[in-house]
T-cell receptor
Framework: NAGVTQTPKFQVLKTGQSMTLQCAQD?????MSWYRQDPGMGLRLIHY???????DQGEVPNGYNVSRSTTEDFPLRLLSAAPSQTSVYFC????????????????FGSGTQLSVL | SQQGEEDPQALSIQEGENATMNCSYK?????LQWYRQNSGRGLVHLIL?????REKHSGRLRVTLDTSKKSSSLLITASRAADTASYFC??????????FGAGTTVTVRA
């Protein structure tokens, strides 16, 4: 099993460009989420999904879109990149036996380091 | 806003010593988790303690939870160089939104 796979590992964008960060997991996890990590601020939740076809906003959703067409994939789209979106992005997943088990153990990808100039 | 806050921000210890870090949070929780992050890597789950538990052990890790004080502590005993990492607490408030603190950076000196 590969676990949670994120691509690309590094990306440089110009202000206003759009791009999609890819995230895939092969553990059949229902719950998937995106976090951004900035120095001194820990991880902040951007969007999450409790299953295919279901997404919801986290703490810092502005400027980002997500979709969940399959259980395996949870891409994060930046519609018009801004310097404030320079960060390290992590995708995470966890199993959900019932709705409440979704947050009991997150499996993280290795991250995407994004710079917006 | 962050739910959990770790203290201290940074910690430097000698190999073989114990490392203790604390986490305080603001609102009621279902559970509290601790994660480790090695430099340039993703986070790895270490241990989960539920709101009705007071102490939990896993290998060299010991976690306590005091819900009356809204605080938790993580103790790493007999530290090793491989324990050098950042440690984060995360709280689950029954809303699918796991909230992380800013972390404690631990350096273990040989």
């Amino acid at each position: 099993n590969a676990g949670v796979t994120q691509t690309p590992k590094f990306q440089v964008l110009k202000t206003g460009q759009s791009m999609t960060l890819q995230c895939a997991q092969d553990m059949n996890h229902e719950y998937m989420s995106w976090y951004r990590q900035d120095p001194g601020m820990g991880l902040r939740l951007i969007h999450y999904s409790v299953g295919a076809g279901i997404t919801d906003q986290g703490e810092v959703p502005n400027g980002y879109n997500v979709s969940r067409s399959t259980t395996e994939d949870f891409p994060l789209r930046l519609l018009s990149a801004a310097p404030s979106q320079t960060s390290v992005y992590f995708c995470a997943s966890s199993y959900s036996l019932t709705g409440r088990a979704a947050n009991e153990k997150l499996f993280f990808g290795s991250g995407t380091q994004l710079s917006v100039l | 806003s962050q739910q959990g806050e770790e203290d201290p921000q940074a910690l430097s210890i000698q190999e073989g010593e114990n490392a203790t870090m604390n986490c305080s949070y603001k609102t009621s929780i279902n559970n509290l988790q601790w994660y480790r992050q090695n430099s340039g890597r993703g986070l790895v789950h270490l241990i989960l303690i539920r709101s009705n538990e007071r102490e939990k052990h896993s290998g060299r890790l010991r976690v306590t939870l005091d819900t009356s004080k809204k605080s938790s502590s993580l103790l790493i005993t007999a530290s090793r160089a491989a324990d050098t990492a950042s440690y984060f607490c995360a709280t689950d408030g029954n809303d699918y939104k796991l909230s992380f603190g800013a972390g404690t950076t631990v350096t273990v000196r040989a």
